[in-house]
């Protein structure tokens, strides 16, 4: 004899099937996410990893030999982190605690003081891409705009002359790139001032464009693009070693850096915005931890940026 189901029997089975087509459904989508995870973590790592194939050297400042609060003898060791390219300290900077700084000790600089390092980027290195970071500290009131106090300097001599072929610069309240190519110089610069003495990151990148060997300069203040300009560098003449804090050749333009540095690294590549905002953001929390910035600071620094984040700036 056939039995036919009763409707609640029909209903039984379709709900069981609706909630065991649910867990598959859950469950794939877990495992989606974890994918996109992973593959988002994956290609952080890659980043990351990529940037310290391509790190040249660092100075975090952190474990140079001296009394903090005093002045650094000449010939102190401004010891590079990642290689062997330690610096020297001329005149005396101050080895700060690090309440005064972005993480651990930093140096302030007084205009007749300065570090000196092993090395300089050619013209070829140039043309491959580089970048340059920095923290910076500093209340240099000057609205000249044809003043450029030295923050970080490369440059070369020839015919008497030096010319800047690379430099952070102070330029007219602003934090500004520095180079000559090989007739007048181009200066991509911050959006705005970074003379309110609080401490500030700033990247410059340097990246190869078509035709070869054009270049496009990018200057970031705190994680947010300035001005980004076409050039080229200049001939391949004699090159002097990279300067903190001090101008090869300084006249009545090109003037010494006066204030705070920490934290500096160069790459032989250029940098992304989005790991440029990364690292800033962990500037800022180490800031915040090192009592170096009030919390409210912090607070407003970080909406700024995530502000940025939204627009894609």
């Not at 029909?10 to 087509?21: A, E, F, K, P, R």
């Not at 610096?87 to 000790?105: A, H, M, Q, R």
Request: net charge neutral; with cysteine.
């Amino acid at each position: 004899m056939n039995k036919s189901f009763t409707l609640i029997e029909i209903l039984v089975v379709i709900v069981i099937i609706g909630i065991l087509s649910a867990f598959i459904i859950v469950s794939m989508s877990e495992v989606s996410e974890k994918a996109a995870i992973a593959k988002g973590q994956a290609f952080s790592n890659s980043l990351r990893n990529s940037l310290l194939i391509n790190l040249v050297s660092e100075y975090s400042l952190n474990n140079i030999s001296g009394t903090v609060e005093q002045s650094l003898a000449d010939g102190t060791a401004v010891p590079d982190n990642w290689g062997t390219k330690n610096g020297t300290t001329y005149g005396g900077p101050v080895l700060k605690s690090n309440t005064s700084c972005v993480s651990g000790t930093c140096l302030q600089f007084n205009g007749s003081n300065y570090v000196s390092l092993p090395f300089y980027f050619t013209k070829a290195q140039m043309e491959s891409g580089l970048t340059w970071s920095i923290w910076i500290k500093h209340g240099i009131n000057d609205t000249n705009s044809g003043h450029h106090y030295q923050v970080l300097t490369q440059s070369t001599y020839g015919g008497g002359t030096y010319e800047r072929a690379g430099a952070i610069v102070i330029s007219n309240k602003k934090a500004c790139f520095c180079i000559y190519d090989g007739s007048s110089y181009r200066v991509p610069c911050t959006n705005f001032a970074t003379d309110d003495n609080k401490w500030h990151f700033i990247v410059v990148t340097i990246s190869p464009i078509s035709p070869s060997p054009n270049l496009n300069l990018k200057t970031y203040g705190d994680a947010k693009q300035g001005d980004s300009i076409n050039s080229n560098q200049g001939g391949d003449t004699a090159y002097m070693n990279l300067m903190v804090a001090q101008a090869n050749g300084a006249d009545a333009t090109h003037l010494n850096y006066t204030g705070f540095v920490d934290d500096f690294k160069f790459y032989n590549t250029f940098m992304p915005t989005s790991q440029i905002q990364q690292k800033y953001y962990f500037g800022l929390s180490k800031l915040l931890l090192n009592n170096s910035i009030a919390l409210e600071e912090y607070k407003q620094r970080i909406g700024e940026l995530e502000n940025n984040l939204a627009n894609k700036e």
